[in-house]
């Protein structure tokens, strides 16, 4: 049974810090792309950004770059994202996603992922 487990959401002021985890169990984790979405109330879910499957390799979305880092630790099945500079408009129920393939083509295609995880608040207050 595979299972992806987010951890680490919370209120915090704009300009903070948070750092978000995905577990993952139930599958062989360094074969496969883990990514990172969003939904907002009332919006559809975005990517955020993700980690190449056997890499360390990233790719983010353009509201995103030079804001948060995504990582991955192999050892422990686990992917992170830590977000700096937090905005209100951060404000989202926070996603982790796994697929098996790579195609640069498809990353911000929420059908291109086989598994997710239940998701966990970031509130950002202004």
């Known amino acids: 049974q595979v299972q992806l487990v987010e951890a680490g959401g919370g209120l915090v002021q704009a300009g903070g810090s948070l750092r978000l985890s995905c577990a993952v169990s139930?599958?062989?984790?360094?074969?496969?792309?883990v990514a990172w979405f969003r939904q907002a109330p009332g919006k559809e879910r975005e990517f955020v950004g993700v980690?190449?499957?056997?890499?360390?390799?990233?790719y983010y979305d353009d509201s995103v770059k030079g804001r948060f880092t995504i990582s991955r630790d192999n050892a422990k099945n686990t992917v992170y994202l830590r977000m700096n500079s937090l905005k209100p408009e951060d404000t989202a129920v926070y996603y982790c996603?796994?697929?098996?393939?790579?195609?640069?083509?498809?990353?911000?295609?929420?059908?291109?992922?086989?598994?997710w995880g239940q998701g966990t608040q970031v509130t950002v207050s202004s």
């Open positions: 996603a796994a697929t098996i393939s790579f195609d640069v083509r498809r990353l911000p295609d929420t059908s291109n992922y086989d598994y």
């Open positions: 980690v190449k499957r056997n890499s360390a390799v990233t």
């Open positions: 139930g599958l062989t984790f360094s074969t496969y792309t």
